[in-house]
């Protein structure tokens, strides 16, 4: 079992948006990150402290993070959006120290 | 151009060793802590262990490498390791080598390709 809590698929069609959900007791009081990867390919930081875009990731990728919920927000879906997504946070109450959620597979229609 | 390329991966027995390296290149290498962070066939990303930009500030790993596993690095050539003794069938993973954006809280921002490890008799 995975100390975050991401539902396993989210189906999006395109230009709609996608939203995914990550579960914590109060994960609103730390800052989490999300990641994409694509199939063979290793994982992109596309939003980090909670909102924030590296740079070269599009303004359609945002996050927000309140109470139990962090969620990962994919405006305007692309085809090329359908990916693996993961948050991650750094979580000094448990042994893992840097924790990543089970993953959420994102399935454009 | 910002980049990590590892190295080592391979086939070994249960309870063999091997070293994995990550090679940095384009930026100051010295001025990053690093992580290992795994991806088991089908399954999602496991963090390994990190180490700061200098290994004297801090060295962590999970419970699950523990005592198994040690992080190093050498700023003077711009690597990260992973010595892996004792291996075990759960360690069958893709290993990647990444870069915390700034410090420890934050996320990884660089990731290397990944090297391959798989533990089997």
């Known amino acids: 079992s995975y100390v975050l809590t991401q539902p396993p698929s989210v189906s999006v069609a395109p230009g709609q948006t996608a939203r995914i959900t990550c579960g914590r007791y109060?994960?609103?009081?730390?800052?989490v990150h999300w990641y994409q990867q694509k199939p063979g390919q290793a994982p992109v930081l596309v939003v980090y402290?909670?909102?924030d875009r590296p740079s070269g990731i599009p303004e359609r990728f945002s996050g927000s993070n309140s109470g139990n919920t962090a969620t990962l927000t994919i405006s305007r879906v692309e085809a090329g959006d359908e990916a693996d997504y993961y948050c991650?946070?750094?979580?000094?109450?448990?042994?893992?120290?840097?924790?990543f959620g089970g993953g959420t597979k994102l399935t454009v229609l | 151009e910002v980049q990590l390329v590892e190295s080592g991966g391979g086939l070994v027995k249960p309870g063999g060793s091997l070293r994995l390296s990550c090679a940095a290149s384009g930026f100051t290498f010295s001025s990053y802590s690093m992580n290992w962070v795994r991806q088991a066939p089908g399954k999602g990303l496991e963090w390994v262990s990190s180490?700061?930009?200098?290994?004297?500030?801090?060295?962590y790993y999970a419970a699950s490498v523990r005592g198994r596993f040690t992080i190093s690095r050498d700023n003077a050539r711009n690597s990260l390791y992973l010595q892996m003794s004792s291996l075990r069938a759960e360690d069958t993973a893709v290993y990647f080598c990444a870069r915390f954006l700034r410090t420890y809280s934050d996320g990884m921002d660089v990731w290397g390709q990944g090297t391959t490890v798989t533990v089997s008799s």
């Open positions: 402290d909670d909102s």
């Open positions: 991650q946070v750094w979580d000094t109450s448990s042994d893992l120290l840097w924790v």
């Open positions: 180490i700061s930009h200098t290994t004297t500030s801090y060295i």
């Open positions: 109060n994960i609103g009081g730390i800052s």
